[in-house]
T-cell receptor, first 112, second 114 residues
Framework: GQNIDQPTEMTATEGAIVQINCTYQ??????LFWYQQHAGEAPTFLSY????GLEEKGRFSSFLSRSKGYSYLLLKELQMKDSASYLC?????????????FGKGTKLSVIP | GAVVSQHPSRVICKSGTSVKIECRSL??????MFWYRQFPKKSLMLMAT?????????EQGVEKDKFLINHASLTLSTLTVTSAHPEDSSFYIC??????????FGSGTRLTVV
């Protein structure tokens, strides 16, 4: 099965940097996703990591360590609009089992 | 990029009635679609995997007779909530998988049962 764990809530200041951690235990590994979700809206794709290391994409970066079952999402130069829930998700690894399992999400509040 | 269209975006229905939610892949064929439910301040919980031309696979605890899924074509999956009750009020989201890495989500349906 899949078990994904991330903090429930975080607060950070506008302009700062915040790191949202995610630990996972999965039966097999088929990559790790990060999504952003604003209240009442569908998730939007942020990143996908399948190899170890840091992938940078503008203000957002994502890191993966497969040996540690650990990932983080790094948000730089925080803006008020970054206030949202951030979801860590992993797809199934068995044949034909590609459904995404989501963590509970980290609600990020950006304050002035 | 890939687009998934989900309708309706909001629906209010009376207790005991049925509601159908549609999920369409607009520019790609989706042999597999996923239906999620999300309660307020909670994460997305997978309800079922919809397979084109075959029966859906339901997650443990999800009543297949209550949440009817039909995936009759490569671009359309429907979820029908039958005999809806207030506790079925939730945010329902569909997702389609395109290729090895691409998961595209519909915009979600806010169901309120009164």
């Amino acid at each position: 099965g899949q078990n994904i764990d991330q903090p429930t809530e975080m607060t950070a200041t506008e302009g700062a940097i915040v790191q949202i951690n995610c630990t996972y235990q999965t039966s097999g590994f088929n990559g790790l996703f990060w999504y952003q979700q604003h209240a009442g809206e569908a998730p939007t794709f942020l990143s996908y990591n399948v190899l170890d290391g840091l992938e940078e994409k503008g203000r957002f970066s994502s890191f993966l360590s497969r040996s540690k079952g650990y990932s983080y999402l790094l948000l730089k130069e925080l803006q008020m609009k970054d206030s949202a829930s951030y979801l860590c998700a992993a797809p199934g690894a068995g044949a034909g089992s590609y459904q995404l399992t989501f963590g509970k999400g980290t609600k990020l509040s950006v304050i002035p | 990029g890939a687009v998934v269209s989900q309708h309706p975006s909001r629906v209010i229905c009376k207790s005991g009635t049925s509601v159908k939610i549609e999920c369409r892949s607009l520019d790609f064929q989706a042999t597999t679609m996923f239906w999620y439910r999300q309660f307020p301040k909670k994460s997305l919980m997978l309800m079922a995997t919809s397979n084109e031309g075959s029966k859906a696979t339901y997650e443990q605890g999800v009543e297949k007779d209550k949440f009817l899924i039909n995936h009759a074509s490569l671009t359309l999956s429907t979820l029908t909530v039958t005999s809806a009750h207030p506790e079925d009020s939730s945010f329902y989201i569909c997702s389609a998988r395109e290729g090895a890495q691409g998961y595209t989500f519909g915009s979600g349906t806010r169901l309120t049962v009164v």
